[in-house]
């Protein structure tokens, strides 16, 4: 694999191991499946075999993925321990949102409230925050409640017309939660604030980390509401915050040297483990669709490097995982399996279900035509077929299932199926070259081109 770099000097490598098995490959429907079928292959060596969860090693591309494998270890009870990196809900971006939702349900969190104050900027001060907990000790209430009669506060002075605006904010927020779902209010809560806003104008390799982290937050909540619609139950902002709380807390468990570790590829040079799965090799994670897209070729051969300091993290034995759907920013998304996997030869994959060359390289039509048939019978990420109508001149999105379309980052692709989605359509695109993606009209801005 690592000789289709061009700007790479040829080496000769070698092991000094015995012949292992072959490398296992497993693709999967979504990416739920993908994380359970990890951690479930982990816990069953264990129990079997004389290893121990420090033998294990889970690699992925960006610190985002590592929130599903966090949640489902924790429930699975097996210790863990992310390398290089932050649990997810103690990521700074993280912690900020969920402190939103807190202080819009019911603002009796005091820290979460103090928290937000001033995020992203707004002139507030430490000398005024202190003012307002000193009032709240003081009349024994709580800080969000003493926000709510700043104009009582002594000397709260220039500070009152920005502690009046924050608060007019938060119950702009209370009011509206009563009548939106969860993933749409934490939409609006970061349009109003500008927190994402912010994080595109800084433009720098951690912005785009943590911004990556928004959409996984994201993802969870939509996925949580998902949950909530096939058991029949109201998806609740307390719900949500309540399902976040049992593991969120993961910090407070004891550290213990036997745990599986989690890490990004790039935290991964230089250490090697016995058993490594390397999740999420699909066309647009891994490589990324901008480093697929990018015009300089160094760009992909710094991707395809990565690739193989993963591949060679493994002693042992080596896990390559992909799914043919994963949620990203709340919407479902279909990809190809990574070129990467492509280029290593098939007589060395082991897999648990059949893999024919002929499907990793589907001529562009058929591709079109089997996302066509699988969105119309069952949609990704839902429990029951979506109605599929011609949308009427005037009233759709403008262009119709069949048509060609453009979009401004994916380029062009082919519109395989259109719903209505509450305030706007549910447009499912097959593009040329970035894969099957599911996107808002609105958001997206496709274009027909007349052919």
């Not at 002075?157 to 119950?171: D, N, P, W, Y």
């Not at 390799?205 to 990556?212: G, H, I, K, P």
């Not at 998304?333 to 290593?344: A, G």
Request: net charge negative; hydrophobic share 35%; charged share 30%.
């Amino acid at each position: 694999m690592i000789a289709n770099n061009q700007g790479r000097k040829e080496k000769r490598l070698w092991t000094e191991n015995a012949q292992g098995d072959k490398i296992q490959f497993q693709m999967f429907d979504n990416a739920y499946e993908e994380v359970e079928y990890i951690v479930d292959d982990i816990r069953k060596h264990v129990r079997e075999t004389d290893s121990s969860y420090r033998d294990y090693a889970i690699l992925y591309r960006t610190n985002a993925q590592s929130r599903m494998f966090e949640e489902k270890l924790v429930t699975a009870n097996i210790p863990y321990k992310i390398i290089g990196g932050i649990n997810f809900y103690a990521r700074k971006e993280i912690k900020d949102l969920l402190s939103y939702l807190k202080t819009v349900d019911n603002g009796q969190d005091d820290l979460a409230v103090r928290r937000i104050i001033n995020v992203p900027k707004r002139g507030i001060g430490l000398t005024s925050v202190n003012r307002v907990q000193e009032y709240a000790l003081q009349k024994e209430i709580s800080f969000y409640e003493a926000l709510l009669g700043a104009d009582l506060i002594p000397g709260i002075g220039k500070s009152l017309g920005k502690l009046e605006s924050f608060t007019a904010m938060i119950e702009h927020f209370k009011m509206e939660s009563g009548n939106q779902k969860v993933s749409e209010l934490i939409q609006e809560i970061i349009d109003v604030t500008g927190y994402v806003e912010e994080l595109q104008a800084e433009d720098t390799v951690e912005s785009e980390a943590r911004l990556e982290n928004i959409d996984e937050l994201l993802n969870k909540i939509v996925a949580y509401e998902e949950d909530c619609e096939d058991q029949q139950i109201p998806a609740t902002l307390s719900g949500f915050l309540e399902e976040v709380a049992l593991v969120a807390d993961i910090d407070s468990l004891e550290e213990d040297s036997d745990y599986v570790v989690l890490m990004t590829l790039h935290s991964a040079k230089g250490l090697e483990f016995p058993n490594v799965y390397l999740a999420g090799m699909e066309d647009g994670l891994f490589p990324s669709y901008m480093t697929i897209t990018a015009d300089d070729p160094a760009e992909l051969e710094e991707e395809r490097r990565l690739c193989y300091v993963g591949i060679t993290r493994a002693m042992h034995k080596l896990t390559l995982t992909c799914a043919k759907r994963r949620m990203i920013r709340g919407e479902t998304q279909y990809n190809k399996m990574s070129r990467f996997l492509k280029e290593i030869p098939m007589t060395l994959l082991s897999s648990g279900m059949p893999v024919e060359k002929e499907a990793m390289e589907l001529p562009k039509q058929i591709a079109y035509a089997q996302a066509k048939q699988s969105f119309q019978s069952k949609p990704f990420g839902m429990g029951k077929p979506v109605q599929q109508f011609a949308v009427k001149n005037g009233n759709g999105p403008g262009y119709d299932v069949g048509d060609r379309v453009r979009h401004v980052k994916f380029g062009e692709g082919l519109v395989t199926g259109i719903t209505e989605g509450g305030r706007d359509y549910e447009v499912t695109v097959a593009f040329d070259t970035a894969g099957t993606k599911k996107m808002f009209a609105a958001f997206a801005k496709l274009q027909k081109i007349d052919e």
